[in-house]
């Protein structure tokens, strides 16, 4: 579904971020993406993403070329995507269903279609409630939430999400955990990077380990936070 060969990424007026990558993702996985500040991370996610292009190097989404698309075909690509950051992203002049309908809205999905969407989604992550609410009255878990759902309200098969429990305390990170494992168990493919998905994996999931830019390790993990709990929280949210 998603295979690097041999990528390298630099920035004008920079070093290479990434260094001659290789790895291959399939559908339906859930990977995450570790190293210091610097290593790459959030640049990998970006030529997944497909909003940065490789320097040189071969980057295959769903067996489609990215260096080799057409600009007006990027947008069309970009919608297996859901993007999910760290600082949110929110339009804090705008409520959490303006928030949540605003990826509809560009992709021509309208009136109850739309509004049906936006509720399922909001439902997703426990806000529904506080559909009419202004994002900065909602606490960091919660803005994570917004985000969450406004990544999913179309759809995508795949959701990518930047340091989304950075900023939060271990009780809203294990929130913010269950609904990306709740995806993922539908068929989501998750690709999250983080400083310590060790910390955060209850089953298996593929380690992906950037170094200096360097993909210097792929494996799997067991560690330590509860999958029955995770599944618990979702269903009751």
Same mark, same amino acid.
């Given at each position: 579904?998603?295979?690097?060969?041999?990528? !390298?990424?630099?920035?004008?007026?920079?070093?290479?971020?990434?260094?001659?990558?290789?790895?291959?993702?399939?559908?339906?996985?859930?990977?995450?993406?570790?190293?210091?500040?610097?290593?790459?991370?959030?640049?990998?996610?970006?030529?997944?993403?497909?909003?940065?292009?490789?320097?040189?190097?071969?980057?295959?989404?769903?067996?489609?070329?990215?260096?080799?698309?057409?600009?007006?075909?990027?947008?069309?690509?970009?919608?297996?995507?859901?993007?999910?950051?760290?600082?949110?992203?929110?339009?804090?002049?705008?409520?959490?269903?303006?928030? &949540?309908?605003?990826?509809?809205?560009?992709?021509?999905?309208?009136?109850?279609?739309?509004?049906?969407?936006?509720?399922?989604?909001?439902?997703?992550?426990?806000?529904?409630?506080?559909?009419?609410?202004?994002?900065?009255?909602?606490?960091?878990?919660?803005?994570?939430?917004?985000?969450?759902?406004?990544?999913? &309200?179309?759809?995508?098969?795949?959701?990518?999400?930047?340091?989304?429990?950075?900023?939060?305390?271990?009780?809203?990170?294990?929130?913010?955990?269950?609904?990306?494992?709740?995806?993922?168990?539908?068929? &989501? !493919?998750?690709?999250?990077?983080?400083?310590?998905?060790?910390?955060?994996?209850?089953?298996?999931?593929?380690?992906?380990?950037?170094?200096?830019?360097?993909?210097?390790?792929?494996?799997?993990?067991? !560690?330590?936070?509860?999958?029955?709990?995770?599944?618990?929280?979702?269903? !009751?949210?």
């Amino acid at each position: 579904m998603i295979k690097f060969d041999q990528v !390298t990424k630099r920035y004008p007026g920079s070093d290479e971020i990434l260094k001659n990558v290789s790895l291959h993702i399939e559908a339906g996985e859930f990977v995450f993406v570790t190293g210091h500040s610097g290593a790459g991370k959030s640049t990998l996610l970006k030529l997944i993403a497909a909003t940065e292009r490789p320097t040189s190097g071969t980057v295959l989404i769903a067996n489609q070329n990215v260096s080799q698309l057409k600009a007006s075909a990027i947008p069309f690509l970009r919608r297996r995507f859901g993007l999910i950051f760290q600082d949110h992203k929110l339009l804090y002049d705008r409520n959490c269903f303006e928030n &949540v309908i605003l990826p509809l809205r560009i992709n021509g999905v309208s009136g109850n279609e739309a509004a049906k969407r936006v509720r399922a989604a909001l439902d997703k992550v426990g806000l529904l409630h506080k559909e009419k609410a202004m994002p900065i009255t909602l606490s960091g878990g919660e803005q994570q939430r917004l985000a969450i759902a406004r990544a999913v &309200v179309s759809r995508p098969s795949i959701l990518i999400a930047d340091e989304p429990t950075g900023n939060l305390d271990a009780s809203y990170a294990a929130d913010i955990m269950a609904i990306f494992y709740a995806f993922n168990q539908v068929g &989501v !493919t998750v690709i999250m990077a983080t400083h310590d998905a060790l910390g955060m994996s209850a089953t298996q999931n593929r380690v992906l380990h950037l170094d200096q830019g360097q993909l210097t390790q792929s494996k799997s993990s067991i !560690t330590g936070i509860n999958q029955t709990a995770f599944n618990s929280d979702v269903s !009751t949210s």
